[in-house]
């Protein structure tokens, strides 16, 4: 079975310092891996995705996320951040073994963002 | 534009009293899925479908029921709601394929009383 953990549930930075979200994962097949991101009062949108083609992925909004095998992680970073980043950020893990497609996410990050 | 459409936003209802969520995509996906979001939990899928008429039991499913009659819905159904399932439902969907990202309705707050 597949599990996801994003280690700290708050996350606080100062406007302008580099924003990292953890997330490790579990899997028994190779993963597919993907950062969502949640402002409040909207659905998830879709921040990126790794799908082995390379294991650093660059995102929108300036965020990109490493893929590392030997550690089972896939952590979010930005370099800078800005007030428009305060969201709650999902990492998620997609197996299609058994014949299925199955999605499962970690417990989320919220992130805030001080002046 | 390309976009899940979840409605209602928000629903108070009372214990027992059946209602429907509807779920409605334009971007011909064949799966889709239900997922409640609670403080401290992230995302638990209720049902999923992989097509039409081929639905299936995702993670917490008991006090649900939905259907997949047509490509585009997946109508989820409480028939007799209880206060445990006061919650945010999100319902997605997305091309098959496990590199194949979701899409997300904007929710639905249910409060059962």
């Known amino acids: 079975a597949q599990s996801v953990t994003q280690l700290g549930s708050h996350v606080s930075v100062s406007e302008g310092a580099l924003v990292l979200l953890r997330c490790n994962y579990s899997s028994s097949v190779p993963p597919y891996l993907f950062w969502y991101v949640q402002y409040p009062n909207q659905g998830l949108q879709l921040l990126l995705k790794?799908?082995?083609?390379?294991?650093l992925v660059k995102g929108i909004n300036g965020f990109e996320a490493e893929f590392k095998k030997s550690e089972t992680s896939f952590h979010l970073t930005k370099p800078s951040a800005h007030m428009s980043d305060a969201a709650e950020y999902f990492c998620?893990?997609?197996?299609?073994?058994?014949?299925?497609?199955?999605?499962?996410f970690g417990t989320g990050t919220k992130l805030q963002v001080i002046p | 534009e390309a976009q899940v459409t979840q409605n209602p936003r928000y629903l108070i209802t009372v214990t027992g009293k059946k209602l429907t969520v509807t779920c409605s995509q334009n971007m011909n996906h064949e799966y889709m899925s239900w997922y409640r979001q609670d403080p401290g939990l992230g995302l638990r899928q209720i049902y999923y479908s992989m097509n039409v008429e081929v639905t299936d039991k995702g993670d917490v499913p008991e006090g649900y029921k939905v259907s997949r009659k047509e490509k585009r819905n997946f109508p989820l159904i409480l028939e007799s709601p209880s206060p445990n399932q006061t919650s945010l439902y999100f319902c997605?969907?997305?091309?098959?394929?496990?590199?194949?990202?979701?899409?997300f309705g904007n929710g639905t707050r249910l409060t059962v009383t």
């Open positions: 997605a969907s997305s091309l098959v394929g496990t590199n194949s990202p979701l899409h």
């Open positions: 998620a893990v997609s197996d299609g073994s058994g014949g299925y497609q199955k999605v499962t």
């Open positions: 790794y799908t082995s083609a390379a294991t």
